[in-house]
C-alpha cells in the first residue's frame, strides 16, 4: 500500500522538523518546505493528500494559500490542517471559511495531531472509495459554505 503524501510549510524551522519526524514515524510520506510559494509550488505537481500550513509565513501565507488551493483544480484538491498560533474565535472562523478541514493551535499536543490526520487519511480513504459524494455528505464542508455565506451577507450594505 502506498503511503499517504503529506506537504508540511511553516517557516519555523524547529516545527517543521519536529512536525516532518513525527508524520515519518507515524507512517506518512512528508514533503517539507519552508515557505507557502514553495507549497504552491509542491502542490501544483500534484499527488498530496493533505496539507498542514501554518498561517504565518513568507512569500505566500498559509491562510492565501488554502483560499488558492480551493480555487485552483488540483487533482486530488487535498485536506487541509492549519497549525498555527492564531487562536482568536474570528480568526479560526476565517481559517474554516478560506477551506480548512481542520485547525490546530500551537503550541499543539502531539496525540491530538495524530487523531486528527488519521480522521483525515479516513477522509481520504472514503473519497478514493466514493468520489465526491463524500465531500458532499461532510458536515464540515457543510460548516464552511454558511460560514462563506455568512461572511458574504455580512460585507453587503444594509438597504
Not at 519555523?12 to 509550488?41: C, F, H, K, M, P
Not at 498561517?55 to 484538491?77: Q, Y
Not at 478560506?98 to 487519511?121: N, Q, T
Not at 458532499?136 to 455568512?150: G, I, K, T, V
Request: glycine share 6%; charged share 30%.
Amino acid at each position: 500500500m502506498q503511503k499517504l503524501r503529506i506537504l508540511v510549510a511553516d517557516d519555523d524551522a524547529i516545527t517543521l522538523s519536529v512536525v516532518s519526524a513525527l508524520l515519518s514515524r507515524w507512517g506518512y510520506e512528508v514533503i517539507s518546505v519552508a515557505d507557502g510559494e514553495q507549497a504552491r509550488n509542491v502542490l501544483r505537481t500534484g499527488g498530496i493528500r493533505i496539507c498542514i500550513l501554518d498561517w504565518e509565513m513568507p512569500a505566500l501565507n498559509g491562510r492565501d494559500l488554502c483560499a488558492w488551493i480551493h480555487t485552483v483544480e488540483l487533482k486530488p484538491v487535498p485536506y487541509v490542517i492549519m497549525l498555527t498560533a492564531k487562536g482568536y474565535p474570528q480568526q479560526i472562523c476565517d481559517g474554516f471559511a478560506v477551506g480548512a478541514d481542520d485547525y490546530i493551535i500551537k503550541p499543539f499536543e502531539r496525540d491530538d495531531l495524530r487523531f486528527r490526520l488519521a480522521e483525515l487519511a479516513l477522509r481520504v480513504l472514503r473519497y478514493d472509495a466514493l468520489g465526491d459524494e463524500s465531500r458532499r455528505q461532510d458536515p464540515m464542508e457543510r460548516y464552511r459554505l454558511d460560514l462563506a455565506e455568512f461572511r458574504n451577507r455580512k460585507s453587503l450594505p444594509i438597504t
